[in-house]
């Protein structure tokens, strides 16, 4: 298959054309203000230096476009919350542990109506099917589009969360809903706030892919889009538009899993230096661990599926202070090529240090002959012990581990460092989160709790349910492969419970592509 990845990263957009499982080109331009017409100029670039007539079967793109709108408050729309949860709760009401600016932009209303189910999985209260009825037309009255439904203890049983879901589509017909329990595991808060955060973003998320559309278009590409997720793994665009919290780390990940199909390596501490943060995350078996633990997205706790990664202000593009002899956290960004010493600014960046050092051969030299030898080392020496205090905080032991250091600017990682057995680069690394995108595969995750059945049961009962979601979501039956697998017993809970985890993945299906390009094709003769 002939593929093209694409990421767009804080300061630069990278582009690679894969065909038969080899990288044949790469391109890195600067990320440009509105996002997509950096995409189409990636796209045209890499036409350019590669050959893109033969056709290309996938376009697959990464993107911290949602992740960013939370961070700066921006293009966040109103969300209406509906937790079915009473007479429980009602003292901490959504968006209760909420940033005040950040839930002023998103809270559309608050409803609390009687249902849900207890911890074993019986039912805690009745179902009001009038009030949610009500409620809906409220809702519809307001003209609110976005609306959360969130019920007590709806990863055991959801059904409460589909009964109201379906209300809501009744009475509001062109209503936006987001189920919590489709997001986020126990934890009634941490759920529901993963849920606001998705609803809020979708008319984002419609834009962006629709903006990405129109740069596929503007190039003449007819190829599917997809979109990569947290996870390493990619979504249909439609998909990827329904949830795009599922897309906030995507970048990072798309680094790691580059790292791991450039190096070869299915174990292994992974830092993509870029050039605003340098990312940290560990391998196993070939894709990043995900966090176990709440994740805090722009000051509000969330529990959904996100790589458990570390994040520095360490990147090509950081300031750098030469009198202090610290780097970063703030950089230029995607003005590097304007502002870095090299280029004819005016500012010390991590780039500039590079190029006095001699570690990479950029811009002019000559414009950085003034800083002294002691100040380069002293940059570098700070450096050696960021990089080296974060790869501690990834590790899951004493021992050392191998480090792949991939992103634009890995000129500042060290061939050795403590706690490292050894440092490996690989070709094309500088665009490891573009090739990660466009190698991506599709997965399918269950983290349930079951009742009643035998361990090897819930595991099976899990797998098959995985499996399920992942053709559904495009993989290709014959092509899935059991990723991680864990089982916790439950103490507190009767009938043999225990909560189990399954992740599998697969290739996208051809024949999931070939009608999707049909598709377009076909809408395209009729518009």
């Known amino acids: 298959m002939r593929r093209i990845g694409i990421d767009v990263g804080g300061t630069n957009t990278d582009a690679v054309l894969i065909d038969d499982a080899k990288v044949v080109q790469g391109v890195k331009v600067a990320t440009t203000a ?8 990636a796209i045209e670039a890499l036409h350019l230096s590669a050959n893109l007539a033969a056709g290309i079967d996938a376009l697959m793109i990464g993107t911290t476009h949602f992740i960013n709108a939370v961070v700066q408050r921006r293009h966040l729309t109103k969300v209406a919350v509906i937790r079915i949860a009473l007479p429980a709760t009602s003292s901490l009401p959504p968006f209760t542990d909420w940033p005040a600016g950040l839930a002023e932009l998103a809270n559309g209303g608050v409803w609390q109506i009687e249902g849900g189910h207890d911890y074993d999985g019986r039912r805690f209260a009745t179902l009001d099917i009038a009030a949610a009825r009500q409620i809906a037309r409220e809702i ?6 976005y609306v959360v439904v ?17 209300i809501l589509r009744e009475e509001i017909p062109d209503v936006s809903v987001t189920c919590a329990h489709l997001l986020g595991g126990i934890g009634l808060l941490e759920r529901e706030n993963a849920a606001i955060l998705n609803a809020s973003l979708i008319a984002l998320a419609e834009e962006t892919i629709t903006a990405f559309e129109h740069a596929k278009s503007k190039v003449g590409l007819n190829a599917p889009l997809f979109v990569t997720q947290n996870d390493g793994t990619v979504a249909e665009a439609s998909r990827a538009a329904a949830y795009p919290v599922f897309s906030f780390a995507s970048g990072a990940t798309n680094s790691m899993r580059g790292a791991a199909y450039l190096s070869g390596l299915k174990e292994a501490v992974v830092v993509d230096v870029g050039g605003t943060t340098a990312d940290f995350g560990h391998l196993r078996n070939g894709f990043p661990r995900e966090a176990n633990a709440v994740v805090h997205i722009g000051g509000v706790r969330t529990l959904f599926r996100m790589p458990d990664l570390v994040s520095i202000g360490l990147g090509g593009g950081s300031h750098v202070d030469l009198d202090a002899g610290t780097i970063g956290p703030l950089s230029v960004g995607y003005r590097l090529s304007k502002e870095a010493l090299v280029f004819g600014g005016n500012g010390v960046t991590a780039t500039d240090i590079g190029v006095a050092a001699g570690l990479i051969d950029l811009g002019d030299r000559k414009r950085v002959a003034h800083i002294t030898a002691d100040e380069v080392n002293g940059i570098l020496r700070r450096c050696k012990e960021m990089l080296e205090e974060n790869v501690d905080r990834v590790k899951t032991g004493a021992e050392d581990v191998t480090l792949i250091a991939v992103g634009g600017g890995a000129f500042l990682v060290p061939e050795e460092l403590q706690g490292v057995g050894r440092v490996v680069r690989v070709q094309h690394g500088g665009c ?4 990660g995108a466009a190698i991506a595969q599709v997965s399918g995750e269950v983290d349930q709790v079951f009742q009643g059945l035998t361990r090897d049961e819930a595991v099976a009962s899990a797998r098959k349910l995985a499996d399920t979601r992942a053709v559904e979501a495009g993989a290709e039956p014959a092509s899935l492969a059991l990723v991680e697998a864990e089982d916790t017993p439950i103490a507190y809970l009767p009938g043999n419970a225990m909560r189990v985890r399954v992740k599998v993945v697969g290739d996208i299906w051809s024949t999931r592509i070939e009608k999707t390009a049909k598709e377009k094709v076909a809408c395209q003769s009729v518009s």
């Open 34 to 41: 509105d996002v997509t017409s950096g995409v189409a100029t």
């Open 140 to 145: 519809r009255n307001r003209a609110q589009k």
């Open 150 to 166: 969130n019920a007590l203890f709806s990863p055991l049983d959801p059904s409460d969360e589909k009964v109201v879901a379906a």
């Open 432 to 435: 490891a989160n573009a090739v």
